[in-house]
């Protein structure tokens, strides 16, 4: 075993142990995926886990509001933990914290301690993604920092995709503490992994973190207006296709296999809009990535716009073709908005990602909750549309808010 690792660590670290930055994206990428992971991995196996826990399939939905409730205090708060303490102080504490909430799930013999361990491992996991941003932040120039940045964001739609399925695998080959077992294991060997590499870049060290402190670095970057429309616009993405996930598929297709196909597809579109994205930034430049996901979002509009007026009669090939150009413009926006956004916040940078994060959640939340409102209705459709003609608006009013900076700065100069 010990050999084992020591192959693996090899292959991923220098040989002074610490982390290279040539690889240093595939890892992060792997370690937000299994994290992202453990959210939807035991979907396949509820009505098994309800009869284990003797509970009911209702119940068994409160697991997954617990994971959620973790994410979010978990991800509020270790921003600014990072901020003052720096990214490995926090980030393997947490990371012990989700292998121990990973180790009871597989033993859990009741609904309770399940979802206790359940929202352990959330609060420990929440922190790998702003990490994960930190840590780009800081070792990365700004031309690698915006490809790194598309890989990055791949962590969710590639999760989506792989996990349900790996999680039904698992459940034919033994049961469903298998996958959170496995999951275990990937995270010991990332804790393994992680815990190798140095502290980059060390944030203000104090000695006693307080609630002051943390409220005034929230609003540090909330009152930065530029800082609040970039942090929006990837939580307005993510909303949209929420609402397509959990809704629109059921009024067109029957069968849960095409269902699950229906709502795939446009991901597998926004891994490979990621992979153009980041040939143009590489290759080009950022700026040019921003246009062009602008001009896609604009024949997104178009189309909309001809569906509305001359197709009013929506089919299922009219709704994919639709999602799958908003999942390609989001591939190139999401990135930007994130890059944006931490350029705006460079004073709290780990509070600033913890902010876009937190705001995603919300935002999907109250996207699910609209479209479990509106579920079977053309609304529904409507609402996924409003929400990315939103993001079109706020994109445009970035200008303004970039013209007033620049004039407030130069008054101030001449003050």
Not at 317 to 337: D, K, N
């Amino acid at each position: 075993m010990k050999h084992i690792i020591e192959r693996l660590g090899s292959a991923i670290l220098k040989r002074d142990g610490e982390l290279s930055n040539r690889r240093i994206a595939v890892f992060l990428l792997l370690m937000n995926v299994i994290t992202s992971a453990s959210v939807s991995i035991y979907i396949p196996s509820m009505k098994q886990m309800a009869i284990d826990l003797q509970t009911t399939n209702e119940m068994m939905q409160m697991t997954i509001v617990a994971h959620l409730i973790g994410e979010f205090f978990g991800r509020a708060l270790s921003g600014p933990f990072i901020n003052f303490h720096g990214v490995r102080t926090i980030t393997i504490p947490a990371l012990i914290l989700s292998t121990i909430g990973h180790f009871g799930c597989c033993i859990s013999a009741s609904l309770p301690f399940f979802i206790c361990m359940r929202f352990t491992q959330a609060v420990g996991a929440s922190v790998v993604y702003i990490a994960s941003l930190s840590i780009i932040n800081d070792l990365f120039n700004e031309k690698e920092k915006a490809g790194v940045v598309g890989l990055l964001e791949l962590y969710q739609p590639v999760a989506w995709i792989i996990s349900p399925f790996v999680g039904a695998l698992f459940g034919e080959l033994g049961n469903w503490r298998l996958s959170f077992f496995v999951l275990m294991i990937a995270q010991i060997v990332g804790l393994i992994l992680f815990s190798s590499c140095p502290e980059k870049k060390k944030r203000r060290n104090i000695a006693k973190f307080s609630a002051k402190n943390l409220v005034k670095d929230y609003k540090i970057v909330l009152k930065n207006s530029y800082f609040v429309i970039y942090a929006l616009i990837p939580g307005l993405f993510a909303g949209g296709y929420m609402i397509f996930a959990t809704s629109c598929p059921f009024i067109f297709v029957n069968n849960s296999a095409d269902i699950a196909l229906f709502s795939a597809i446009p991901l597998l579109f926004y891994v490979c809009g990621t992979f153009v994205y980041r040939y143009i930034v590489r290759n080009y430049s950022l700026k040019l990535a921003k246009k062009l996901g602008v001009a896609i979002y604009l024949i997104f509009g178009i189309y909309v716009l001809y569906l509305t007026v001359y197709q009013t009669n929506w089919n299922a090939f009219y709704l994919l073709s639709l999602m799958c150009i908003q999942c390609i413009g989001s591939a190139f926006l999401v990135p930007v908005s994130v890059l944006k956004a931490l350029e705006s916040a460079s004073e709290a940078a780990s509070v600033g990602a913890s902010t876009v994060v937190v705001f995603r959640n919300i935002i999907m939340s109250v996207c699910i909750s609209v479209s479990a409102k509106f579920s079977g209705n053309i609304v529904t459709i409507m609402a996924c549309v409003f929400m990315t003609v939103a993001t079109i608006l706020m994109l445009v009013t970035t200008r303004r808010v970039i013209k007033i900076r620049k004039k407030k700065q130069q008054k101030n100069l001449q003050q």
